[in-house]
């Protein structure tokens, strides 16, 4: 099987019923569409709530944008000073090399710059001159390859970019933001994974998983390759109604990357995306999840919750707060829960 890039394929493949494709069509024809063998064959088609096709396949409520929703959510564009290059907090930029992916995320947060009807990769003299930012800019510390998916260009490619990194003094770490060992992991090579390792400068991998399910033996052995290269792999999931909204979902998601040495790092609140609000859920569910995972997980199973503050204003935790800071009398007094909801002073009274 293809990829799938059709209503037509969608239907013809049974991940999509022909009754819908004339309303799917239109959001195809809004944005774009790619769902792979790999996860198409995790979906069962019997599920109308299938939590992989929820992802992947349109639905005819992303052209039902909400007032809130934006074009370009987490303000990126305020941040660009050349083109390929978002650099919002002082120690690191984005350095986006394609607009293409392996799949297309009906959430993606950047979904009106993503697809393959944008310019797909960044021309030489506009790498060349994001390059030359980076370069001119000494308090860069850390560079995120990100995009698109900066795994989908060839080994060569990639290894051009890290070639060009590490001969930066000042940039001391590269991490890659990726969806593909999830989505084509026969894409993780040996060859790739070289080009991914720089001399002297650790690279990062963060993935990007949102069920369990996710993690099928194939994707399993792509992340096992990198890791066997000593290339370290966090992950980063979305928060996503109807896919893992649920402390069941989302604590076999968080202990099935730890078995496969993969960090749970950032567990994102929704953006808000345009036609992107069915599959958002409200901070108070998240903080609800948070709490449930907290204790009844091990710690190397807990993200932090996050949101991207809408505008270019950077990312803040979400919390849960355990803690409340009393002033009494001149002194200060804390107030601490415990993970079974339980309230107690720190420091404890005497005797
Ligand atoms: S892989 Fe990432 S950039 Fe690409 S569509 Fe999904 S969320 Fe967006």
Same mark, same amino acid.
Request: net charge positive; aromatic share 2%.
């Given at each position: 099987m293809p990829t799938l890039r059709t209503t !037509?394929?969608?239907?013809?493949?049974?991940?999509?019923?022909?009754e819908r494709r004339a309303a799917l069509e239109a959001v195809a024809a809004r944005y774009a569409v790619a769902l792979s063998p790999t996860l198409a064959a995790l979906i069962d088609r019997h599920d109308p709530r299938d939590p992989i096709a929820r992802q992947f396949v349109p639905n005819a409520a992303e052209l039902d944008p909400k007032p809130e929703e934006r074009v370009d959510p987490i303000g990126d564009g305020a941040h660009s000073p050349v083109d390929g290059i978002v650099h919002r907090y002082p120690d690191r930029v984005l350095l986006k090399l394609t607009h293409v992916c392996a799949v297309y995320c009906r959430f993606c947060f950047r979904r009106e710059m993503v697809g393959p009807d944008k310019p797909n990769a960044l021309a030489p003299a506009a790498l060349a001159a994001a390059l030359d930012y980076i370069r001119s800019r000494s308090e860069i510390w850390e560079v995120i390859l990100t995009g698109g998916d900066p795994l989908v260009l060839s080994a060569p490619r990639l290894r051009a970019v890290m070639q060009n990194l590490a001969a930066i003094e000042h940039v001391k770490v590269?991490?890659?933001?990726?969806?593909?060992? #999830? !989505?084509?992991? *026969?894409? #993780?090579?040996?060859?790739?994974?070289? *080009?991914? $390792? #720089?001399?002297? $400068?650790?690279?990062?991998? *963060?993935?990007h998983v949102n069920h369990a399910r996710e993690l099928a033996p194939k994707s399993r052995v792509a992340c096992a390759r990198i890791a066997d290269a000593g290339i370290p792999l966090l992950a980063q999931s979305v928060l996503l109604a109807g896919v893992n909204d649920t402390p069941e979902a989302l604590g076999e998601l968080m202990r099935a990357l730890v078995e496969c040495r993969i960090k749970p790092y950032y567990l994102h609140h929704?953006?808000? !995306?345009?036609?992107?609000?069915? +599959?958002?859920?409200?901070?108070?569910?998240?903080?609800? +999840?948070?709490? *449930?995972l907290r204790g009844r997980l091990s710690g190397l199973c807990q993200p932090t919750y996050m949101l991207d503050i809408p505008g270019g204003h950077g990312k803040s935790p979400l919390g849960p707060n355990y803690i409340e800071r009393n002033r009494a009398n001149g002194g200060e007094q804390v107030v601490i829960e415990d993970f079974n909801g339980r309230q107690h002073h720190y420091p404890p009274s005497a005797g």
């Open positions: !037509a394929q969608l239907c013809d493949h049974g991940l999509a019923p022909p590269v991490r890659i933001h990726t969806r593909v060992p #999830i !989505a084509d992991p *026969a894409r #993780i090579t040996d060859d790739l994974v070289r *080009a991914m $390792k #720089i001399k002297g $400068k650790p690279t990062y991998v *963060a993935v929704g953006d808000l !995306a345009p036609g992107t609000a069915h +599959l958002r859920t409200d901070i108070a569910a998240g903080q609800d +999840l948070m709490r *449930a």
